[in-house]
């Protein structure tokens, strides 16, 4: 049908409208189509309610019988979990054809949903538009694949890459536009992840300022020097502080209003590996780490990064001395981390540059 790819962009802006709020589980979308006709739409819109296919299902009512349903990702097939499987309510419903975009790669579900529906009797065809739909959820891939977060890298940088002028001046290297577009990345994640030097030096809030959700906020602290009277730790989202250290102020599960982690050190600082797998026990399925400079660096040459969002200012600021975004002993030419899916946007007077590792 001419129409399908339609109807699935549909089911995938469907889709996009739970970002972040489904978070940890994936974001779909499903448009119920019979006779030619969209009958009821859906979407995962929070986690622990309804999926997108029984949302679609109850809005259609008894026009499902005989329709086809458009769905992003594989219908879920398995029990244990906050809701019911979609594919026996897509077969209760009478539904006659399934089109899926991609594969769950959720072990518990991957080709079993569509084996599960061609069992029953309905028509499954997989693959339309799989790209966009496997995109759209690659942080939920990546947690699926490698057991962790999903990072994203975040800077705000002049034109030659630094980070502060020579004599420590970084308030503001990019323009009013490029940081209300960086609070709203911050309002599609669960946690904004930062070094102890950025909170003594910026003092920063860690919040989305009114462009949605407040995420987790996370700072990496092994000595435990975060002041008491920080901003991130102002009650107005929740904290969790990362520590290698044992003394007797940090004892206890709490430092001020901040859950305190212990995790061990590497020869480089706090194992980024267990920081990232405590997040994930915690729920969190995506990180922002906006810095600094050595946790950026720290991140990229453990291999943590899975996307970029670097915002440029077109200013040069020079300096010898002056901070860059990204230091370290750096990359080999041949081993150098290469974005992928390339793009620029211009925000404001500044550019985005933004790809996938």
């Known amino acids: 049908m001419a129409d399908e790819p339609r109807f699935m962009r549909r089911a995938l802006a469907l889709a996009a409208r739970g970002i972040p709020l489904a978070s940890p589980t994936p974001v779909v979308g499903c448009v119920l189509v019979n006779g030619g006709r969209v009958v009821g739409e859906g979407w995962h819109r929070r986690y622990g309610l309804a999926h997108a296919e029984p949302d679609a299902l109850s809005r259609a009512g008894r026009r499902a019988k005989g329709a086809t349903a458009y769905v992003t990702l594989e219908p879920c097939c398995h029990t244990g979990k906050k809701t019911p499987p979609c ?3 897509l077969v209760a419903a009478g539904v006659r054809r399934v089109v899926v975009g991609c594969l769950d790669p959720n072990p518990k579900v991957s080709g079993r949903g569509v084996a599960a529906l061609r069992r029953a009797g309905v028509r499954v065809e997989a693959g339309l538009l799989e790209a966009e739909c496997a995109a759209l959820n690659r942080p939920f891939f990546v947690r699926m694949k490698k057991k962790r977060p999903y990072v994203i890298l975040k800077a705000a940088a002049s034109l030659d890459g630094r980070v502060a002028t020579a004599k420590g001046e970084s308030k503001w290297i990019t323009s009013p536009a490029a940081r209300r577009e960086g609070h ?15 909170v003594l030096a910026d003092d920063p809030a860690l919040t989305a300022h009114g462009a949605g ?3 987790l906020r996370v700072v990496l602290d092994r000595r435990l020097r975060i ?14 502080v990362f520590s ?10 709490r430092r001020g209003t901040a859950l305190v982690r212990r995790v061990p050190e590497t020869k480089s600082g706090l194992d980024l590996h267990k920081v990232l797998s405590a997040l994930l026990e915690m729920g ?11 946790v950026h660096t720290s991140f990229l040459e453990a291999g943590l990064v899975d996307e970029i969002r670097l915002f440029v200012a077109p200013k040069l600021l020079g300096g010898e001395h002056a901070p860059a975004w990204l230091g370290g002993k750096g990359f080999p030419l041949k081993k150098a981390p290469e974005l992928k899916n390339f793009s620029v946007r211009k925000v404001g007077p500044d550019f985005l540059l933004q790809g996938i590792l």
Do not use: C
């Open 87 to 89: 594919v026996p309510a």
């Open 184 to 198: 709203k990345i911050r309002a599609q994640v669960d946690a904004i992840l930062v070094g102890i030097g950025t």
């Open 213 to 215: 959700r407040n995420p």
């Open 227 to 240: 002041p008491a009277k920080a901003k991130a730790l102002d009650g107005s989202a929740a904290t969790v």
């Open 244 to 253: 290698s250290l044992r003394d007797r102020r940090g004892e206890g599960p």
């Open 284 to 294: 969190v399925g995506s990180v922002l780490v906006e810095g600094g400079p050595k």
